[in-house]
């Protein structure tokens, strides 16, 4: 099964336990809501063996930007973390 969804849509509310391909077609300038929304579909009760998450991103357009940003911020959390 897929799910194609919005940020907002796949990051609160929403347990995706029986999806097995999760694909987003937006970004958040936010690593932990890009975290969260995958969360929704890898939690207990998932029934797949395991998750395609998927991110869209059109070469040339701002979410290359976005996707660049969103991966430094994140290795940024996790050097504070310690992860």
Do not use: W
């Not at 849509?9 to 929304?37: H, I, K």
Request: net charge negative.
């Amino acid at each position: 099964r897929v799910f194609i969804g919005n940020i907002q849509a796949a990051g609160t509310g929403l347990t995706l336990t029986v999806s097995s391909t999760v694909v987003f077609a937006e970004m958040s300038y936010c690593p932990s809501d890009m975290e969260q929304c995958e969360d929704r579909a890898c939690c207990i009760g998932q029934t797949a063996a395991s998750v395609l998450v998927q991110h869209f991103v059109v070469g040339g357009s701002l979410d290359v930007t976005m996707g660049q940003k969103l991966l430094e911020k994140q290795k940024i959390a996790d050097i504070i973390l310690d992860i």
